[in-house]
T-cell receptor
């Protein structure tokens, strides 16, 4: 398999502050990474596709200005939740694959709580 | 549009009681079908990739099979530690390489 590391695993922040989540592929280079959001007892909701060296592609309904994605290198993508509000509280997960058309490996997830 | 439907939504088994989880899909040109296991509060853990009808893969008590319309995840003599949500996803052969996920099957194995 392959290892994808996500940090932090849990974060609690005050409403109005920004939170950055990191996703790293530890033993392979990932041209593309995916960011998901998961609500309790529901499946994964794709938020955006992160492409190294270019702008992310966001899914319909996902606010680009609130969920800022940067894919600065082949092993690192970051998701910044800008001016977080309680409704942004959720479980965020990233994934990456060794090849575009192959299985993806997931990070451990980040539980964000905005108070 | 690719679609994935998993059934049942939830499954309760007694330890040792074998069963199967179903993943029905529609996709234009299947590139791969993936099975994942997800424990509460964690990211999905990759289990298997199946590429073509008739293919089978095994790992401990789990065996995944694939036909042209569906995939099964067979669990033989499950143990309580097999309790988790099992997710199925497909990757189509069209221009998009984004996998489509099902809603998952929540499995609980009672001792």
């Amino acid at each position: 398999g392959a290892v994808v590391s996500q940090h932090p695993s849990r974060v609690i922040c005050k409403s109005g502050t920004s939170v950055k989540i990191e996703c790293r592929s530890l033993d392979f280079q990932a041209t593309t990474m995916f960011w998901y959001r998961q609500f309790p007892k529901q499946s994964l909701m794709l938020m955006a596709t992160s492409n190294e060296g270019s702008k992310a592609t966001y899914e319909q309904g996902v606010e680009k200005d609130k969920f800022l994605i940067n894919h600065a290198s082949l092993t690192l993508s970051t998701l910044t939740v800008a001016s977080a509000h309680p409704e942004d509280s959720s479980f965020y997960i990233c994934s990456a694959g060794k090849q575009v058309r192959a299985e993806a490996f997931f990070g451990q997830g980040t539980r964000l709580t905005v108070v | 549009e690719d679609q994935v439907t998993q059934s049942p939504e939830a499954l309760r088994l007694q330890e040792g009681e074998s069963s199967s989880l179903n993943c029905s899909y529609t996709v234009s040109g299947l590139r791969g079908l993936f099975w994942y296991r997800q424990d509460p509060g964690k990211g999905p853990e990759f289990l298997f990739t199946l590429y073509s009808a008739g293919e089978e893969k095994e790992k401990e008590r789990l065996k995944a099979t694939l036909t042209k319309k569906e995939s099964f995840l067979h669990i033989t003599a499950p143990k309580p530690e097999d309790s988790a949500t099992y997710l199925c996803a497909v990757q189509g052969g069209g221009g998009s390489y984004i996998p489509t996920f099902g809603r998952g099957t929540s499995l609980i194995v009672h001792p």
